[in-house]
T-cell receptor
Framework: DQQVKQNSPSLSVQEGRISILNCDYT??????FLWYKKYPAEGPTFLIS?????DKNEDGRFTVFLNKSAKHLSLHIVPSQPGDSAVYFC????????????????FGQGTELSVKP | DSGVTQTPKHLITATGQRVTLRCSPR?????VYWYQQSLDQGLQFLIQ???????AKGNILERFSAQQFPDLHSELNLSSLELGDSALYFC????????????FGSGTQLSVL
């Protein structure tokens, strides 16, 4: 049962344009969401996060939008740069589990972004 | 550099064998997490340790086990290996045991032949 889904395995955009990466989740208890970026031969690195009390969080060129009713979040990269080419993972967790079951992030399958010069 | 060290980077072994993957967390981090990345499967959570104790368990097979030592490094033991165990195994660490962001190592690529 895939609780976090990234339905697009790959995405290609032109440099300078907007990249939009999508993520859907099924567990209504998820209340904290993160995006990680992964380059080849490296581990994932944290990019941006959002709590369910917000519907938008912005950090420079990166903005994450959360639509709780649709159980959907998206990552916008504007403007896209060739260095943004990587695999992007969406992750989610349920804060209520922290104190008795530990924190664990559930990851999606990833979307490979290619930004062409 | 995330500060999380995983060894070895690559491991090639045969079916039925046993291997040990090692992880040193960032200085000061008490939690260690193990994830498996197979083709088309994303990152699957295996297990979490917090300050030496098992804290959360995911889709970890009975043939797999892990532990966290007093110096906070962790080992993931994989036994009776099967072809399907070939994957990239990541270790991550965090300061606490909860919801904060994780810092990942660069992974151990396991190939079972």
């Amino acid at each position: 049962d895939q609780q976090v889904k990234q339905n697009s395995p790959s995405l290609s955009v032109q440099e300078g344009r907007i990249s939009i990466l999508n993520c859907d989740y099924t567990n209504s208890m998820f209340d904290y969401f993160l995006w990680y970026k992964k380059y080849p031969a490296e581990g994932p690195t944290f990019l941006i996060s959002i709590s369910s009390i917000k519907d938008k969080n912005e950090d420079g060129r990166f903005t994450v939008f959360l639509n709780k009713s649709a159980k959907h979040l998206s990552l916008h990269i504007v403007p896209s740069q060739p260095g943004d080419s990587a695999v992007y993972f969406c992750a989610a967790s349920d804060s209520s589990l922290i104190y008795n079951q530990g924190g664990k992030l559930i990851f999606g399958q990833g979307t490979e972004l290619s930004v062409k010069p | 550099d995330s500060g999380v060290t995983q060894t070895p980077k690559h491991l090639i072994t045969a079916t039925g064998q046993r291997v040990t993957l090692r992880c040193s967390p960032r200085s000061g981090d008490l939690s260690v997490y193990w994830y498996q990345q197979s083709l088309d499967q994303g990152l699957q959570f295996l297990i979490q340790y917090y300050n030496g104790e098992e804290r959360a368990k995911g889709n970890i097979l009975e043939r797999f086990s892990a532990q966290q030592f007093p110096d906070l490094h962790s080992e993931l033991n994989l036994s009776s290996l099967e072809l399907g165990d070939s994957a990239l195994y990541f270790c991550a660490s965090s300061v606490g045991g909860g919801n904060e962001k994780l810092f990942f190592g660069s992974g151990t690529q396991l190939s079972v032949l």
